[in-house]
């Protein structure tokens, strides 16, 4: 299927996904176009675990969602996402990509005027600096109202080790692109090159390989935060119960609010409400299900999947 969004996110217009329903329920295979048949593969694994494997059963209702504002929007489209997306505790602003840096900076400083002061504000920069440039700008973000963390301000995995050593006492550094695998998760935390690890759920490869890197982060100190791939209602709620299941005590709020960014998803089922997602399994509305339907890309991921599917055989 195909959901329209309502902003261009990642580069896209409209996102495509795989909905298919398991004995335990409906679950989600929706790798991103330019990922390779290897990386799909752990996204496939997921997806099987959750239809059809062990997954824990979530012991809270809830989990707490940060707001996310994709880059370079004009206040009043910020007004717009913020509307959708009361009640959260944090914000996440995506900068440093088509935006120059002043306008960034000036997103930043819009945002937090319009928040509360108990309401953190993180961006996320995609990998998007050098080394030298993120020690110069990122304490211009912190000024601005950056109060949680930077995500993945630098792509390799030394950089990013130096730019906290650098930036200790600044702001807490975050590891997105650094955590494609579980290894990579692994050798982030031996560098130390991160405060927070953002786990997802189907590229990491489901919930038991997020939950083993979440108990070696929980030995190094370091936190983790359960972000979305952008994934359709289905895929989210799976996030949301691996949020659950990570820690039901204090959830740090994660990028699971994401299905407020489509103009419609399958269901309404996950999308935030005072701050807040649901764990339970979301059933797709059948009026959804067929107003998104796409038959014209139905071939190119059947093939996917033949292809990922005979990998994990192996
Ligand atoms: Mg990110």
Redesign the pocket.
């Known amino acids: 299927m195909r959901l329209p969004l309502r902003n261009r996110f990642r580069g896209l217009d409209s996102r495509e996904a795989v909905l298919f329903e398991g004995p335990n329920g409906w679950t989600e295979f929706s790798p991103f176009d330019d990922y390779s048949i290897d990386q799909a593969t752990r996204w496939l694994k997921a997806s099987l675990e959750y239809g059809w494997g062990e997954t824990p059963e979530p012991t809270i209702p809830n989990v707490p969602v940060n707001a996310t504002i994709p880059g370079n929007l004009n206040p009043e489209k910020i007004d717009a996402v913020l509307a959708k997306f009361t009640g959260v505790q944090a914000v996440k602003i995506k900068v440093g990509g088509d935006s120059s840096h002043s306008a960034d900076l000036e997103v930043i400083r819009y945002v937090r005027s319009q928040l509360g002061e108990n309401v953190r504000i993180r961006v996320?920069l995609?990998a998007f600096l050098d080394l030298d440039t993120a020690t110069d700008i990122v304490p211009e973000y912190v000024e601005a109202g950056v109060d949680d963390y930077v995500?993945?301000p630098v792509a390799s995995v030394p950089a990013l080790a130096e730019l906290r050593r650098r930036l200790a006492g600044v702001v807490r550094i975050a590891a997105?692109?650094s955590v494609r695998r579980s290894a990579d998760a692994y050798q982030v935390l031996l560098a130390e090159a991160a405060d927070v690890l953002?786990l997802k759920w189907q590229p990491l490869g489901g919930f038991e390989e997020c939950q083993r890197i979440a108990r070696a982060a929980a030995k190094s100190g370091v936190s983790v935060t359960v972000?979305s791939a952008l994934e359709t209602a289905v895929g989210l709620a799976a996030g949301a119960r691996l949020a659950a299941s990570i820690d039901s005590e204090t959830p740090t709020p994660g990028g699971l609010g994401t299905s407020a960014l489509f103009v419609s998803d399958i269901s309404e089922a996950v999308l935030p409400n005072a701050g807040v997602v649901s764990t339970a399994r979301v059933i797709p509305e059948e009026a959804a299900l067929e107003e998104f339907s796409a038959p014209d890309i139905r071939t190119k991921w059947r093939r996917r999947i033949s292809a990922c599917y005979r990998k994990l055989e192996v």
């Open positions: 996320d995609n995500e993945q997105d692109e953002v972000s």
